[in-house]
């Protein structure tokens, strides 16, 4: 199956620092996705990607589907508290139905 | 809007124990449900998905079963827990033709 090596697993920065993080995919994906996860609280989608090079920002943040569909970014410009939680990309590849792959996530951490 | 409800928030249950719980989803029709279990290793396991009602798919053979006996709702069973049993599971929707899923707020269960 799809495997995601999502890198790094934790980030300690301070605030106003910007953050990027990364996943890269055995296989070829159709869809990326970035979530982030507060502690005791179910993922929130923070952005989709759907077509190779696509650059997509919401707010601070800025994701970018990888040209050859095996890997996507996400990076935070100048880093605030509430930044602080667990990020998770997540990938749908052709042919596995409804399912996603998701990566093992990036605990960040942001010292005001 | 949509909107994903989960219950309880907790729980905690005897080994042996049986075990219920239920998510529902309003302001959609006909959606994909998911229930995913989360350990503190923080990486998210697909256990069942659903594309309408009465059609489970098991992703992991376990102890654990799943049911949808309306459209919008989704409940995860078990006879029997383990100690292993314990983990925050995550239950979530998407549209059929989209790959976005969209997460409860969880609930911990803890298996002593």
Known sequence: GQQLNQSPQSMFIQEGEDVSMNCTSSSIFNTWLWYKQDPGEGPVLLIALYKAGELTSNGRLTAQFGITRKDSFLNISASIPSDVGIYFCAGHAKGSNYKLTFGKGTLLTVNP | ?112
Do not use: M
Request: proline share 6%.
């Open chain 2, 1 to 112: 809007s949509q909107t994903i409800h989960q219950w309880p928030a907790t729980l905690v249950q005897p080994v042996g124990s049986p075990l219920s719980l239920e998510c529902t989803v309003e302001g959609t029709s006909n959606p994909n449900l998911y229930w995913y279990r989360q350990a503190a290793g923080r990486g998210l396991q697909l256990l069942f998905y659903s594309v309408g009602i009465g059609q489970i798919s098991s992703e992991v053979p376990q102890n654990l079963s799943a049911s949808r006996p309306q459209d919008r709702q989704f409940i995860l069973s078990s006879k029997k827990l383990l100690l292993s049993d314990s983990g925050f599971y995550l239950c979530a929707w998407s549209v059929t033709s989209i790959n976005e899923q969209f997460f409860g707020p969880g609930t911990r269960l803890t298996v002593l």
